[in-house]
């Protein structure tokens, strides 16, 4: 059974671009969240979906948006690009949006901004 | 709006020895709250989950503990090994709504010496 998955590992953009990330979620699991992590830091929620909506929005600008599809997996999109968005980029799944669940996290994308 | 405080940032201990890692928080009002353990540069790994009604939660060598009305969570970490050496992040669930949203503290560096 393969865990919660993301796409691609690495990545380096210039200040500026756009930049798609990409997440399955673990089989069974019909909710997707994104976290932001920078160096040194604890995670910050971005945002989560389910049923293909955004359900849930952390204090993120517009330029962060993303996306759910019929088969669960979703998407992380940042425009515009700042230096400050060099991050590590978690993708966690769940099935429903309950509490009780434990969350499980894929290993990230590491975004680097130059 | 809920904080999550992690004391010690890092900690280093010899092998063998038993270790206590603190988890604070300022808003009581919590669904549950998980331990992971991240490996640098890599996702999360869920430990435990401890839901607001329960007191403890125990997984071989580890014990969580919970104190809402104080806003306390620790981790035992028994006979440690360096195979334990790694950045352990707890994080709370909020009440209400229809998110699992985490909020997590910045996370505790754990050097286990051989």
């Known amino acids: 059974d393969a865990g919660v998955t993301q796409s691609p590992t690495h990545l380096i953009k210039t200040r500026g671009q756009q930049v798609t990330l990409r997440c399955s979620p673990k089989s069974g699991h019909d909710t997707v969240s994104w976290y932001q992590q920078a160096l040194g830091q604890g995670p910050q929620f971005i945002f989560q979906?389910?049923?293909?909506?955004?359900?849930q929005r952390g204090n993120f600008p517009d330029r962060f948006s993303g996306h759910q599809f019929p088969n669960y997996s979703s998407e992380l999109n940042v425009n515009a690009l700042l230096l400050g968005d060099s991050a590590l980029y978690l993708c966690?799944?769940?099935?429903?949006?309950?509490?009780?669940?434990?969350?499980?996290f894929g290993p990230g994308t590491r975004l680097l901004v130059l | 709006k809920q904080e999550v405080t992690q004391i010690p940032a890092a900690l280093s201990v010899p092998e063998g020895e038993n270790l206590v890692l603190n988890c604070s928080f300022t808003d009581s009002a919590i669904y549950n709250l998980q331990w992971f353990r991240q490996d640098p540069g890599k996702g999360l790994t869920s430990l435990l989950l401890i839901q607001s009604s329960q007191r403890e939660q125990t997984s071989g060598r580890l014990n969580a503990s919970l104190d809402k009305s104080s806003g306390r969570s620790t981790l035992y970490i028994a006979a440690s090994q360096p195979g334990d050496s790694a950045t352990y992040l707890c994080a709370v669930s909020l009440y209400g709504g229809a998110t699992n949203k985490l909020i997590f503290g910045t996370g505790t560096l754990l050097a286990v010496q051989p």
């Open positions: 966690a799944s769940s099935f429903r949006t309950s509490g009780r669940e434990t969350q499980y």
């Open positions: 979906y389910y049923e293909e909506e955004e359900r």
